[in-house]
């Protein structure tokens, strides 16, 4: 969906570096999402956003962060990254209620 | 937490065939939602299903909401070779503020 763009798209880092990866939507939603996926697993929710003042943790937040610096936007960190943070890395917007979610192409974490 | 079965978690078959899968909750949902994801891409919404029995169609795509809100399906009719990918469910209750992910049917379609 180009109307959620993430960024880098590939990443190969280090054990112990700090990472950020970034998302930005035109799509004017309010809600924005952090979601990680492994093999098998499905999307697991990492961090939510319902508007730029507030920040909630979801299933599976410990070892990241995240900052909404305004409605476009929405980054997530891995302050320290490990090896088992490797993997797919999606952002997703919704508007608001039941509505569905729509998701950027997602970045490709590799920690080596 | 509430989580969601797929099944199968993966198949293969001949183009020109049929295709069923489901997706299960231990909880009632009010929202059942569709997406197919293709490699190198996020999931796509296919279908969006908000009432119990609900019936609702995307082309070739046809997915219900199960009477018991327990359960939703997907069928796609007459495969072809561009619905390989992986189809994932989502649900949501009355009293969760986000959409609960299924671990996805993996689809092969051999020509």
């Known amino acids: 969906d180009a109307d959620v763009t993430q960024t880098p798209r590939n990443r190969i880092t280090k054990t112990g570096k700090r990472i950020m990866l970034e998302c930005s939507q035109t799509?004017?939603?309010?809600?924005m999402y952090w979601y990680r996926q492994d093999p098998g697993l499905g999307l697991r929710l990492i961090y939510y956003?319902?508007?730029?003042?507030?920040?909630n943790k979801g299933e599976i937040s410990d070892g990241y962060s995240v900052s909404r610096q305004a409605q476009a936007k929405f980054s997530l960190s891995l302050e320290s990254a490990i090896p088992n943070q490797t993997a797919l890395y999606f952002c997703?917007?919704?508007?608001?209620?039941?509505?569905?979610?729509?998701f950027g192409d997602g970045t490709r974490l590799s920690i080596l | 937490g509430q989580q969601l079965n797929q099944s199968p978690q993966s198949m293969f078959i001949q183009e020109g065939e049929d295709v069923s899968m489901n997706c299960t909750s231990s909880?009632?949902?009010?929202?059942w939602l569709w997406y197919k994801q293709e490699p190198g891409e996020g999931p796509v919404l296919l279908i969006a299903?908000?009432?119990?029995?609900e019936l609702t169609s995307n082309g070739r795509l046809t997915a219900q909401f199960g009477i018991t809100r327990k359960d939703s399906f997907l069928n796609i009719s007459a495969s072809i070779p561009s619905d390989v990918g992986i189809y994932f469910c989502?649900?949501?209750?009355?009293?969760?503020?986000?959409?609960?992910f299924g671990p996805g049917t993996r689809l092969s379609v051999l020509p």
């Open positions: 956003s319902f508007d730029v003042k507030d920040i």
């Open positions: 909880s009632i949902f009010n929202t």
């Open positions: 299903l908000y009432k119990a029995g």
């Open positions: 989502a649900g949501r209750d009355n009293y969760g503020q986000n959409f609960v």
């Open positions: 997703a917007t919704s508007d608001m209620g039941q509505q569905p979610q729509h």
């Open positions: 799509k004017g939603h309010d809600r």
